[in-house]
């Protein structure tokens, strides 16, 4: 079984930036393809970012793109959202995934485990 804590989240400006972090159990950690999702209020759950299991691929939404970095560190079991330049368009409750597959989705479908979530506020 593999269980996902995420944390980082918080209130910053615009322009700000956070750090979030997932934890993840499990020793198979570093044959999951990781990511990210965030919702909105009222708006549907969308695809951020995604990281394969080695880390060299990666994918972004087109509306972080340049701002969002994704990252993990097989090591520590841990992957990471690292968020600049951010908007008040931004402000939702991101979700770390894992997916057992070997390419990098954006569908909710294609994952199987989500962290619990952690609210991300921008003010403007």
């Known amino acids: 079984q593999v269980q996902l804590v995420d944390s980082g989240g918080g209130l910053v400006q615009a322009g700000g930036s956070l750090r979030l972090s997932c934890a993840v159990s499990g020793r198979t950690f570093r044959t999951y393809t990781m990511g990210w999702f965030r919702q909105a209020p009222g708006k549907e759950r969308e695809f951020v970012a995604g990281?394969?299991?080695?880390?060299?691929?990666?994918r972004y939404a087109d509306s972080v793109k340049g701002r969002f970095t994704i990252a993990r560190d097989n090591a520590k079991n841990t992957v990471y959202l690292q968020m600049n330049s951010l908007e008040p368009e931004d402000t939702a409750v991101y979700y770390c995934v894992a997916s057992g597959r070997s390419d990098i989705r954006a569908t909710i479908e294609d994952y199987d485990y989500w962290g619990q979530g952690t609210q991300v506020t921008v003010s403007s």
């Open positions: 990281i394969s299991w080695s880390g060299y691929s990666t």
